[in-house]
């Protein structure tokens, strides 16, 4: 079964850095894509980018120059950098592992972005 776990999101002023991880086990896929979503309060989830196991990246438009995606080389973590952190980045950031035609959720990890 695989499992996805989120972490390392918090509090953080704005104007300020933050990096989220995302830990995905219990696969033996070698194709797979891992993307990250969020969703703010009374708003609906949306894409915030991902990465495939090629190691290609896509951000989403509105979130490129502050947000980088990246991931640790052998096993099935990717990390979110957010820079330049702004109050409307706030939102409960989820990740999604795709493993062929199946997809696994984190329960995901809050980022409140406030002064």
């Known amino acids: 079964q695989v499992q996805v776990v989120e972490s390392g999101g918090g509090w953080v002023q704005p104007g300020g850095s933050l990096i989220v991880s995302c830990a995905a086990s219990?696969?033996?896929?070698?194709?797979?894509?891992i993307e990250w979503f969020r969703q703010a309060p009374g708003k609906k989830r949306e894409w915030v980018g991902g990465?495939?196991?090629?190691?290609?990246?896509d951000v989403e438009n509105a979130m490129k120059g502050r947000f980088t995606i990246s991931r640790v080389i052998g096993n099935n973590t990717v990390f979110l950098k957010m820079d330049n952190l702004k109050p409307d980045d706030t939102a409960v950031y989820y990740c999604?592992?795709?493993?062929?035609?199946?997809?696994?959720w984190g329960k995901g990890t809050l980022v409140t972005v406030s002064s």
């Open positions: 999604r592992f795709v493993d062929g035609p199946n997809d696994y």
């Open positions: 219990g696969s033996s896929s070698s194709s797979y894509e």
């Open positions: 990465i495939g196991s090629g190691g290609i990246t």
